[in-house]
């Protein structure tokens, strides 16, 4: 291999190890709801992805999440919660409500309907 073949090849592994590290093992911005007349309440802002990206909340109480979309990029134009049976269109520069009651404790993934952007929501 001659000087040029190595350093594309060190340029891609890079650039490899980035996309894994960034889709599996970057820092996740986590929060719990808040609580208000007995619903658990969370204000999540999307754009490039979901800030935050793990919600936790209690079981057996009703949740409000409200997602804000603060971009109009197609990928982040529809939000699925398939273990809620959810399914939303997310307005660009709007809010969207999605009310749900979680019966069961676990990690219920949402996406958006490309799943690319990812997150979790946490029933303790």
């Known amino acids: 291999m001659d000087a040029s073949q190595i350093l594309v090849t060190l340029a891609g592994s890079g650039l490899i190890g980035f ?17 208000s007349g ?13 800030s935050p990206d793990v919600i936790e909340v209690e079981r057996g109480q009703p949740v409000q999440l409200h997602f804000y979309r603060d971009e109009d990029n197609s ?11 959810i399914r939303r269109e997310l307005p660009p520069f709007q809010t969207t409500t999605i009310e749900l009651l979680p019966r069961q404790a676990g990690t219920y993934e949402f996406s958006c309907g490309m799943h690319m952007l990812r997150g979790r929501l946490v029933v303790n």
């Open 19 to 35: 996309v894994v590290w960034f889709f599996f093992f970057a820092p996740h911005q986590r929060v719990a709801a808040a609580t």
């Open 38 to 50: 007995g619903m658990q309440q969370v204000d999540i802002r999307v754009k490039g992805g979901y």
């Open 75 to 85: 990928c982040s134009e529809e939000l699925l919660l398939p273990d809620f049976n």
